[in-house]
């Protein structure tokens, strides 16, 4: 499937990569957790999480406490961004990158 990725979160994006569905979503601060990234076993990014909206459920509770569906609602099976974590962190070759972020999980694609 092609996401509309420019009108995600108006970057453009080229795509998304997501890893699998955490349940139930664990209960801390992601301000508090570390996040690396790392291509081929270099590291690319490592430092603590930060969110600018104080994390990323923040953007969903806005939403959900403005009430009505005047974007149509969030439906089941939708891919939902709601900023990053680390800024933008630029792939400099062709390799494995793997994300990770302490005590929710990680995604790895290959850049071919």
């Known amino acids: 499937a092609h996401y509309p990725t420019a009108l995600s ?4 994006n080229v795509g998304y990569v997501t890893g699998a569905e955490t349940h139930p979503w664990p209960n801390f601060d992601i301000n508090t957790r570390r996040c690396t990234v790392t ?14 909206m104080g994390g990323p459920m923040a953007p969903l509770a806005g939403y959900a406490n403005t009430g009505g569906d005047h974007l149509g609602g969030f439906r089941a099976g939708q891919v939902v961004t709601t900023g ?29």
């Not at 962190?89 to 071919?112: M, N």
């Open 9 to 12: 979160d108006c970057l453009a």
């Open 39 to 52: 291509l081929d076993g270099e590291v690319l990014f490592d430092a603590l999480s930060t969110h600018t």
């Open 84 to 112: 990053s974590i680390c800024g933008v962190v630029p792939v400099p070759r062709k390799g494995r990158l793997v994300a990770t972020i302490e005590g929710l999980g990680s995604v790895t694609i290959d850049f071919v």
